[in-house]
């Protein structure tokens, strides 16, 4: 069974830095053939796409809420997806979810209906 695990979230003060994680902790899921994305979602909000990367080139898409803060990135060795989230604004506070699309190929997808696995969240706080 595919579990999707996402780590490396907590409280931070606006302008502060993390860094998330994401990895298949049944290691059943060969990462590298998946396009891959972060999503969050605050409280009473709905889903929102935050960024995703290609399988093949890592090429990577980020919502204009936080390109240029976020870069979304994949070691395929270690199976792992990250999320390095700078300057963080208190506005970026959500639970954010790692997300899988079985798309083997250069192009990346942003909506949540073409990722076939997810994982539970981490939450992130951002305090002013």
């Known amino acids: 069974q595919v579990q999707l695990v996402e780590s490396g979230g907590g409280s931070v003060q606006a302008g502060g830095s993390l860094t998330l994680s994401c990895s298949d902790s049944?290691?059943?899921?060969?990462?590298?053939?998946?396009?891959m994305g972060w999503f969050r979602q605050a409280p009473g909000k709905e889903r929102e796409f935050v960024a995703a990367i290609s399988a093949t080139d890592g090429s990577a898409k980020y919502s204009d809420a936080v390109k240029g803060r976020f870069t979304i990135s994949r070691d395929n060795a270690k199976n792992t997806l990250y999320l390095q989230m700078n300057s963080l604004k208190v506005e970026d506070t959500a639970v954010y979810h790692c997300?899988?699309?079985?798309?083997?190929?250069?192009?990346?997808?942003?909506?949540?209906?073409?990722?076939?696995?997810w994982g539970q969240g981490t939450q992130v706080t951002v305090s002013s």
């Open positions: 997300a899988a699309d079985y798309i083997f190929s250069h192009f990346t997808r942003i909506g949540a209906e073409n990722f076939d696995y």
């Open positions: 049944a290691h059943t899921l060969t990462l590298s053939r998946y396009a």
